[in-house]
């Protein structure tokens, strides 16, 4: 039996800053994410559309287990009810392993904490490429960060 291309990966973390304000910096604001996590996120630009837009396209610049990569997403979905923002990435280096790759970020603010979940929706090239566990546990790193700036 052939192992599966196919995968969905999701992680949750708690965190005690602002729910909303997560979630605005992930739907309209990630080029601020860089002033927030310099040595992970180098500068997030814009290429087309507008910030907080569905359908913009922005490039990441980042350093993921000790090298720089980018990644080119289209804006999915921005569900501001749901707090939710989904990103696919159209070119960059998770690329040369995936066929298709989405990161949706979900902040639940019910409650006296807000629950942050990222979930991954992939497909891979081929059976010798891993999960994307280091890289879900980089996005849960960088949550953690976004919440020690916000709490300062």
Known sequence: ????LKGKLS???EIKSDGDVF????SSKPH??????????????L???DWGKV???ITWNYTHNGKKQSAKDIVEAI?????????KVIEGDLMEQYKD???TVHVDTKGESNLVTWTFEYEKLSEKVEDPNDLLDYVINLSKDIETHHLK
């Open 11 to 13: 992680r949750q973390v």
């Open 23 to 26: 979630h605005e910096l992930f």
């Open 47 to 49: 290429h087309e559309g």
């Open 79 to 87: 569900d501001e009810e749901t707090k939710t923002v989904t990103y």
């Open 101 to 103: 790759f989405k990161a």
């Open 55 to 57: 359908g913009s396209v």
């Open 32 to 45: 601020h994410i860089s002033t927030i996590s310099p040595a992970k996120i180098h500068g997030v630009d």
């Open 1 to 4: 039996m052939a192992a599966t």
